[in-house]
């Protein structure tokens, strides 16, 4: 029994290592306009900037440079604790190879969160969405 779970433990490992593994290899960043990315290829980073004025959603997806590639990045906002996220800003952008896309200025004293979509155009099913926590 003991060889049987030992087995498994190690099984386990080995794979958590090989998924782990092109992710470690990618944690190198590059500077962007004003946005520090992992090196992921069709994977969204995203930020934001906030002044005195209001906040600005930032999103960039590095991609191969023969790759039509889409970016989409929204700030939304929550009125009342508990309600929906509702998209108050958002700015779309398509090219070839890497591409960035930055929000219009929100205001408004209401949590925040970013949210970004990218990847190739023309295949949605490799598109990623990821977002930030609330601020």
């Known amino acids: 029994m003991r060889t049987r779970i030992a087995a498994v433990m190690m099984a386990a490992a080995g794979i958590a290592a090989l998924s782990a593994a092109p992710a470690m290899a990618a944690t190198a ?4 306009g004003t946005v520090a990315c992992a090196t992921v290829l069709n994977r969204p980073c995203i930020t934001h900037q906030v002044d005195g004025d209001g906040i600005v959603g930032i999103a960039q997806v ?4 023969t790759q039509l590639t ?32 930055a929000t219009p200025k929100v205001t408004g004293p209401a949590p925040h969160i970013v949210c970004a979509t990218a990847g190739p155009a023309l295949d949605a099913s490799r598109q990623v969405t990821t977002c930030t926590n609330p601020f």
């Open 70 to 101: 889409m970016v989409q990045v929204e700030v939304r906002s929550q009125q009342a604790w508990g309600s929906p996220w509702e998209t108050v800003a958002s700015a779309s952008a398509v090219r070839l190879g890497s591409v960035q896309a």
């Open 62 to 65: 590095n991609a191969d440079p």
């Open 29 to 32: 960043t590059s500077e962007a």
